[in-house]
């Protein structure tokens, strides 16, 4: 089955620095990477997500890159600010399994102002 | 339209005792999920529901079963709880169509205790 590996599991920087979260998966099969955000004690929103067929979205101050061949990709903030703290999770998902998404451990993000 | 909706939000429970999980969701998903969440462990899949009437072990399904009771709801039961099930459970529901799949829908979480 699908495994996905993230790292780091925690990332500090400095208000207005990048932060840059890593993922791979497993399974070639897998077409569809959403990442979330997860405030403390609350539930886990979507923040962007990327499809097979493209290898890079934006969003204002957030961009997901996807590398098929190496089965990676990416979550790059921009211009950090405080209230960027929380813990992001990437997933992958395929046509495999009946459609279920795996997730990453997580990455606890610090931006200190 | 309130989303993905779980029962209770808090719990406790002894060890040996049983108890379900509710989840619904309004947004006429096919999919519906259910996944723990323990520190540093991030987001583990116990069953999902790729649609009405189908139900598969995720990850982690031991000490629990599932029943999709129609299109909108998903309950997770645990038999005879145990410590080790002590975690936050996340319902989730989507609408995976074709080869797109589409994101998944939160609900605010359980947070379950068994002493």
């Known amino acids: 089955g699908e495994n996905v590996e993230q790292h780091p599991s925690t990332l500090s920087v400095q208000e207005g620095d990048s932060a840059v979260i890593k993922c791979t998966y497993s399974?070639?099969?897998?077409?569809?990477f959403p990442w979330y955000k997860q405030e403390l004690g609350k539930r886990p929103q979507l923040i962007i997500d990327?499809?097979?067929?493209?290898g890079e979205k934006k969003d204002q101050r957030i961009a997901v890159t996807l590398n098929k061949t190496a089965k990676h990709f990416s979550l790059h903030i921009t211009e950090t600010q405080p209230e960027d703290s929380a813990v992001y999770f990437c997933?992958?998902?395929?046509?495999?399994?009946?459609?279920?998404?795996?997730f990453g451990a997580g990455t606890r993000l610090f931006v200190k102002a | 339209n309130a989303g993905v909706t779980q029962t209770p939000k808090f719990q406790v429970l002894k060890t040996g005792q049983s108890m379900t999980l509710q989840c619904a969701q309004d947004?006429?998903?096919?999919?519906m999920y259910w996944y723990r969440q323990d520190p540093g462990m991030g987001l583990r899949l116990i069953y999902y529901?790729?649609?009405?009437?189908?139900?598969d072990k995720g990850e982690v399904p031991n000490g629990y079963n599932v029943s999709r009771l129609n299109k909108r709801e998903f309950s997770l039961r645990l038999e005879s709880a145990a410590p080790s099930q002590t975690s936050v459970y996340f319902c989730?529901?989507?609408?995976?169509?074709?080869?797109?799949?589409?994101?998944?829908?939160f609900g605010d979480g359980t947070r379950l205790s068994i002493l």
């Open positions: 989730a529901s989507s609408n995976p169509t074709g080869i797109s799949n589409q994101p998944q829908h």
């Open positions: 399974d070639s099969a897998s077409n569809y």
């Open positions: 990327i499809r097979s067929n493209v």
């Open positions: 997933a992958a998902s395929g046509r495999t399994g009946g459609f279920k998404t795996i």
């Open positions: 947004m006429n998903h096919n999919s």
């Open positions: 529901s790729a649609s009405e009437g189908t139900t």
